[in-house]
């Protein structure tokens, strides 16, 4: 990171022994800093408004504003200036962590990931990328999102979400939602990594999606994949 500037982080969590805990493992890494820290999502909204961190790594379970309306206001369609965000949970709050990604969150981390996968999570997201765990990603949306998708929408046909799509760009969407990369589908695809990365551009602006997350969320809830798949 030398000559580059570090990136900003903003850590959002009601427990002040977390907070410490993160602050010390960024702050202890090259290009990273830690600009801010917030004990309720409120207060997060209002302090990532007037910091503007690169990633704001945000607690779901906050007093005042949980970390899910939080991350709508930071990140969701309506943010003004949408800003990457980092949600970290437990394994017993499924739901918030599907909700979280629905509403805008670039990824997420389960708390007790090791620090070099925090800190990675953290540069993953300032780069612009999602980050997507396949042994847990696939598990949270497949069970949270099969409640609200159609009886039998596998299909893609006219009216369906994913009409718009060609064979192949379907097959690359359901590749993205088994969390793997760019490189792991070209592999898989035998074509190059530059056709991969063409085909997930085409996706997310033909289906009018940010990031790949939101494209894992919308694969699960039209039963593209399962989390049995």
Do not use: W
Not at 166 to 187: F, H, Q
Not at 206 to 216: E, M
């Amino acid at each position: 990171m030398t000559g580059s500037a570090p990136i900003r982080i903003l850590v959002c969590d009601d427990q002040f022994l977390v907070r410490a805990g993160y602050s010390t493992i960024f702050g202890a890494q090259p290009g990273l800093e830690v600009v801010g820290e917030a004990g309720d999502g409120q207060m997060a909204v209002e302090i990532a408004a007037r910091l503007r961190p690169d990633v704001v790594v945000m607690d779901v379970r906050m007093p005042v504003l949980d970390g899910i309306e939080a991350t709508r206001r930071l990140a969701g369609p309506d943010a003004p200036a949408p800003m990457k965000v980092l949600v970290v949970t437990s394994f017993n709050i499924d739901e918030y962590v599907y909700e979280a990604l629905r509403v805008g969150a670039s990824g997420f981390l389960l708390k007790d990931c090791l620090p070099a996968e925090l800190v990675n999570g953290v540069r993953t997201v300032a780069a612009g990328e999602s980050l997507l765990d396949p042994a847990v990603t696939r598990g949270l949306i497949g069970r949270f999102a099969a409640r609200i998708r159609p009886d039998d929408p596998t299909r893609p046909d006219t009216g369906h979400p994913l009409a718009s799509l060609t064979p192949r760009e379907v097959e690359v969407l359901k590749l993205i939602s088994t969390g793997l990369s760019n490189a792991e589908i070209a592999g898989v695809l035998v074509i190059g990594r530059e056709t991969v990365k063409t085909y997930v551009s085409r996706i997310l602006a033909k289906l009018q999606l940010r990031d790949r997350v939101q494209a894992v969320v919308l694969a699960y809830r039209v039963g593209l994949v399962t989390g049995r798949d």
